[in-house]
């Protein structure tokens, strides 16, 4: 089969491969810099980037988070001037509007934007009509809303959609926890639905990027076969070099077995995908220290009303600065297969062979 090229608003990528947005701060300028370099789009998470910054004091929770956003963008840029390099923003969270914003204002190319329906994103980018804007859903009817608001409110369509698969994607899943793996959703349907719906509606022929659950070349030769125009990947660049997390979140990924991957209840009232935590202990670290919702990160939470369960933003910055034991490991149920830290590289010459090394020589003859 042809792996070809991907257009995603103004923005064409070599590879029909974004990087996952990963918070708090596993994909951050570095991870996308690099994806980019290689030409796929990087995504850098928005969600609580300043916390693990020098711009974070303890307290100033919303000043840090857009000044450390603009830092991430900067260094991406700086590691691949010409890429395609963007952001992931999550509608759940108190500061979405100003982190869209910032996305725009520091140059980011396309904001994907899920955990919630992006229903004002287009309000948000207005004055930046060249920022491509997708939404993630998990369903057909997800995305037929979004698109009739976006139509009705600002006479704009997504300029792709990511179908996000709640039964193997990491992090905050789109699905009450009772209906996942259960074995009533279909992955490729809804991205072929999510097409059709386009197609027959506005005439359209959108790109439908399919997350979850894609790890290697016949992952994504399978995608494509069952009518992704792309993939959308996070777990698989957890083991690299690039990766922006701690060591020891990376060796979370290679000691974990398949057993251990599970899923938890967000306080954010989202089931999550995650190596599984002693929630004892991620609890006893937020009384340990205090926490007691500092930063109010969340429009709705279950911790900041009720100090039920733990506080998210916290115990995933924990383990991105390698407190694995009282953190929390957020990832797609293939995080088992990391055998060893590789590089970015290495992943594009595995998954795009012969057409990655052709890009490789042209990235390094400049
Ligand atoms: C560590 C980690 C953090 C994540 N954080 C976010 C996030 O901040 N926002 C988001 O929309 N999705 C997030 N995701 C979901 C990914 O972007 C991606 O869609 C999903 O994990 C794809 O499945 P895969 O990991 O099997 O490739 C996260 C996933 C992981 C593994």
Not at 20 to 38: E, Q, T
Not at 215 to 239: I, K, P, T
Request: glycine share 12%; proline share 4%.
């Amino acid at each position: 089969m042809m792996i070809r090229p991907l257009q995603i608003g103004r923005y064409q990528l070599r590879f029909p491969l974004i990087q996952g947005g990963m918070g708090v701060r596993i994909s951050g300028g570095n991870l996308a810099g690099h994806v980019a370099k290689y030409g796929g789009a990087g995504l850098i998470a928005t969600a609580g980037i300043g916390l693990n910054s020098p711009h974070y004091d303890g307290k100033n929770f919303f000043t840090a988070d857009p000044l450390a956003l603009r830092d991430e963008i900067a260094k991406a840029y700086s590691i691949a001037p010409d890429g395609v390099i963007g952001t992931n923003c999550m509608v759940a969270v108190t500061n979405y509007e100003t982190m869209v914003r910032t996305s725009c204002e520091a140059g980011a190319k396309l904001i994907v934007s899920g955990a919630g329906l992006p229903l004002n994103l287009p309000e948000l980018t207005a004055d930046f009509p060249e920022v491509a804007i997708v939404p993630i859903v998990s369903s057909v009817k997800a995305a037929e809303l979004i698109a009739r608001k976006w139509m009705r409110g600002y006479n704009r369509l997504p300029d792709a959609v990511v179908v996000e698969d709640p039964d193997t994607a990491g992090g905050h899943l789109g699905e009450k926890l009772e209906k996942i793996g259960t074995g009533t959703y279909d992955q490729y349907a809804t991205v072929r639905g999510v097409k059709d719906y386009f197609r027959q509606n506005f005439q359209v022929d959108i790109p439908v990027i399919a997350a979850g659950g894609i790890w290697d070349r016949n992952d994504l030769l399978h995608a494509l076969a069952e009518g992704a125009d792309g993939v959308q990947m996070a777990s698989r660049f957890v083991c690299t070099e690039e990766c922006d997390a701690s060591d020891s979140f990376k060796q979370a990924y290679l000691d974990c077995g398949q057993e251990d991957i599970g899923l938890v209840m967000s306080p954010a009232g989202l089931p999550g995908r995650a190596i599984t935590p002693n929630l004892d202990q991620v609890r006893q670290r937020d009384v340990d220290l205090d926490i007691r919702c500092p930063s109010g990160c969340l429009k709705k939470c279950t911790y900041k009303t009720g100090q039920e369960r733990f506080c998210i933003v916290h115990a995933l910055d924990r383990a991105q600065r390698g407190d694995i034991q009282t953190g929390l490991v957020f990832c797609g149920t293939n995080a088992w297969k990391a055998d060893r830290i590789t590089t970015v590289a290495e992943i594009f010459n595995e998954l795009f062979g012969q057409e990655s090394g052709r890009a490789a020589a042209s990235v390094a003859n400049g």
